[in-house]
């Protein structure tokens, strides 16, 4: 994190001596530029250290102006120079550790990670001061190469309405339809420039905007204009602010400010609205002139301010802390650092605890993509969970900062200097897309892995009682949305094969649209080969036998379980007849086996019958064949049981998918007159033909 933030409020607080400037100093020299270095005007030093680089034949005076001006680039943020400083600072100063790193970190903050990488490992080779650091730099950049094709909800569009080509940063919401943000843009209240930046002092802002009912992502935004110029904004740097729920008092972040308005710390404030006016700022007690506090955020019920501090008991250089409100509610405590694993021994700052207790915070110390990125956590006080990186695209190479919710955190705002930008810090907005999760999958034949059409997928969720239940097209597959935060259970079945396991899916946790698949293999019930034993006859007969009656029972309830079965009846005779007579007798039994199943309320469509004598080809005593010349003979040689045996019914599977065909309906033409007389009318009964019989024969 550079300094140029942290000077300005962009990512940080006045640290040091912060001097008004003369802009008058005699440039190109080397006197000069160590002049502004030690006021920390970065701006005008750099400059400076550039034309002596140019210049000089010294050695000693080449190596120092090379190194302090890729020095105050970084400190200026300006992070393309920094590079080619940095670069030009190894070139004259090959051995110094420091350059190096400071290279691979510009690398990193202008997107350049394979590069950046390659240098930090050329700098662990020189020296081994800051292997933990250096080594999270390169998870860094590692993490960014992979996270570079990740799937995202966010969108984000840099709101060119409220951005300049200076620095706009750290929107708050104020009211239904209003934004604070500070800016340093031209000709703010103190009209004049800040030798760190070479930009203005920093000023508070507001604008007006108005959504399109229609479109909410489409807002329009008024002309920003200062908030005052007498109670927030002064002379020096201001802005950073948060409200509390009624919008009634302000939290400000106010630097180089005491009595006399010299001195060198940023301190947090607050001012109360009456009307239209806002009051005095009052500095609060637990901040103080030798130290740093700013970036205000206020939980919910408002009794819990948390903030950015180097005050002492920090982790690193600027820590979050929190305060809370004692005696009532109408003084503050003491504060309390967030603990190490929010903080680390870089900065931590820019808090925004949400509603919900969730707080977002930009770091430079925890494992990033760029700059500072930022990160989330869940806890209270001191116990946090491990702060999780927002990723891209609200994460870049860049400084991602200061980031505020709508009321259903599906959009919101934050600040960033990423490349594309209006100007050197601008404000962006982000919306989410709205989550999508949906359920597919294609069920087979386990057997054949032949796709399987009409198959019935039934699905039921915790949310609810009732049961989903999809069929498959033609070809086999199934989709369906689903619900967030949804457990669900679902099964495969279809006529003719066993159920498929139940399986379970969830979209709890799922942070991003998924589409879930979940395929099924059915296995056959082994219906198409079944066969039916026990339907067998009395010699010459075709009447159903009570204990053919029963296995004709059995098949009716499969008949009944499976209304896609189609069968055929096929029947025998054993070979103590003639061979012609035999025929007739098979088709009389299998169409009284027909008889029983449709008296029993199978639909005859359903049925075929077929008598096959006493071919003995699927006989169940095959070795009792009568034909030929020694018929009787070879018939006498089986036993009663063998011949009863072929005087049976057997069952076979025509079709398991079979369905029944709709009635035609035929219209007739519109022209054609109805035939005979008009309904409602009997017509005359026929006269009988002279000399012919109506009455049926006997």
């Known amino acids: 994190m550079n300094k140029r933030h942290l000077l300005v409020l962009s990512l940080g607080f006045l640290f040091g001596s912060l001097l008004l400037l003369s802009a008058c100093s005699k440039k190109g020299s080397i006197t000069a530029a160590r002049e502004h270095m030690l006021k920390k005007e970065y701006g005008f030093a750099g400059e400076n250290y550039r034309k002596v680089y140019s210049s000089t034949k010294k050695k000693d005076e080449k190596i120092e102006s090379a190194n302090t001006a890729a020095f105050c680039y970084w400190k200026m943020n300006d992070m393309k120079n920094a590079e080619s400083w940095y670069r030009k600072a190894i070139k004259v100063d090959p051995k110094n550790e420091e350059n190096q790193y400071m290279l691979a970190k510009t690398l990193k903050n202008n997107g350049k990670y394979e590069d950046a990488i390659l240098e930090l490992k050329n700098y662990l080779k020189m020296s081994s001061e800051k292997t933990m650091e250096t080594q999270r730099l390169i998870d860094g950049c590692q993490n960014a190469l992979k996270w570079k094709n990740d799937k995202t909800r966010y969108f984000v569009d840099n709101v060119k309405g409220l951005n300049t080509r200076w620095q706009d940063f750290a929107p708050q919401f104020f009211k239904k339809d ?23 002092y920093t000023d508070l802002y507001t604008t007006t905007y108005k959504v399109d009912k229609k479109n909410p992502n489409n807002i329009t935004y008024q002309l920003p204009v200062l908030v005052d110029k007498d109670k927030l904004n002064g002379k020096l740097n201001d802005g950073v602010v948060c409200f509390d729920n009624r919008f009634t008092t302000i939290y400000i972040t106010k630097c180089n400010y005491d009595n006399k308005m010299t001195g060198n710390h940023c301190r947090l404030y607050t001012s109360q609205l009456t009307g239209s006016e806002w009051s005095d700022p009052e500095a609060l007690p637990f901040s103080s002139d030798s130290f740093n506090c700013g970036q205000p955020s206020l939980s919910k019920d408002g009794s819990t301010l948390y903030f950015s501090s180097d005050m002492p008991g920090s982790v690193g250089g600027k ?24 903080n680390t021994e870089d900065d931590e700052m820019y808090p925004t605890i949400t509603d919900d207790g969730t707080l977002y915070f930009a770091s430079n110390g925890h494992v990033g993509l760029g700059g500072t990125d930022i990160f989330m956590a869940k806890g209270s006080a001191t116990d946090w969970s491990d702060p999780i990186n927002m990723k891209s695209p609200i994460n870049s190479h ?5 980031i505020i919710f709508g009321k259903d955190k599906e959009n919101g705002y934050f600040s960033s200097n990423r490349e594309g930008g209006k100007g050197q810090d601008d404000i962006y907005r982000f919306y989410m897309t709205p989550l999508v999760f949906t359920l597919s999958g294609v069920v087979r034949n386990a057997i054949t892995k032949e796709t399987m059409p009409n198959a019935v997928v039934s699905i039921t969720s915790s949310s609810d009682t009732g049961k989903i239940v999809l069929k498959t097209d033609g070809a086999g597959s199934y989709k369906i949305v689903l619900k967030q935060k949804t457990d669900y259970e679902l099964f495969a079945s279809r006529a003719m094969f066993y159920d498929s396991k139940m399986e379970e899916k969830t979209t709890r946790g799922l942070e991003q649209s998924t589409d879930l698949v979940q395929d099924f293999e059915l296995n056959s019930l082994g219906l198409e080969t079944f066969t039916l034993r026990g339907i067998l006859y009395d010699l010459d007969k075709a009447d159903i036998r009570p204990d053919a009656a029963k296995v004709l029972d059995s098949l009716i309830i499969v008949l009944n379980k499976y209304p896609t079965l189609k069968i055929e009846l096929g029947s025998h005779t054993d070979c103590r007849a003639d061979s012609l007579y035999n025929i007739g007798l098979s088709q009389r039994r299998a169409d009284s086996a027909v008889a029983y199943l449709v008296k029993n309320g199978i639909d005859t469509m359903r049925l075929v019958s077929r008598g096959y004598g006493e071919n003995t080809k699927d006989s169940a005593a095959m070795h009792c064949n009568c034909e030929g010349p020694n018929e009787r003979e070879e018939g006498l040689k089986c036993t009663e049981a063998e011949h009863q045996l072929n005087r049976r019914t057997t069952v076979k599977v025509l079709d398991i998918y079979w369905e029944k065909p709709r009635p035609v309906q035929i219209t007739p033409p519109a022209n054609q007159k109805p035939q005979g007389r008009p309904t409602g009318r009997p017509a005359p009964a026929p006269r009988p033909t002279p000399g012919v019989r109506t009455q049926p024969r006997g």
């Open 319 to 342: 820590d979050i802390w929190m305060v809370t409100k004692s005696g009532r509610g109408k003084t503050w405590g003491d504060p309390i650092n967030l603990g190490p694993v929010i």
């Open 398 to 402: 860049g400084d991602d900062f200061g």
């Open 178 to 200: 209003q934004l604070y943000f500070t800016s340093d843009r031209e000709k703010g209240v103190s009209g004049t420039t800040w030798g760190w930046t070479t930009n203005w």
